[in-house]
């Protein structure tokens, strides 16, 4: 874990096959490797994803998403 912009930022690894299948029957998302990064926050609650990757627009019914601009500006507010 550190503290970026008095935020904490906790990083974690991938999670296992069979835990990343049941997540992403949860959602449909264009790119595989898009994916495997949506079920890792879902499966550690993270409330945001932070991405210019225009894919996970896909995802917004079931997390936050914004651009790093975005996010700092929610810090700054």
């Known amino acids: 874990m550190m ?3 008095s935020e904490q930022i906790t990083c974690v690894s991938y999670l296992d096959r069979i835990e990343a299948n049941r997540l992403q029957r949860r959602f449909t998302i264009a790119d595989p490797y898009d994916g495997l990064h949506l079920a890792c926050a879902l499966f550690h609650n993270c409330q945001a994803i932070i991405t ?6 896909a995802a917004l019914e079931i997390i936050s998403v914004m651009t790093p601009q975005e996010a ?3 810090l700054v507010t």
């Open 72 to 74: 700092l500006s929610k």
């Open 3 to 5: 503290v970026l912009f």
């Open 52 to 57: 210019y990757d225009s894919h996970f627009k």
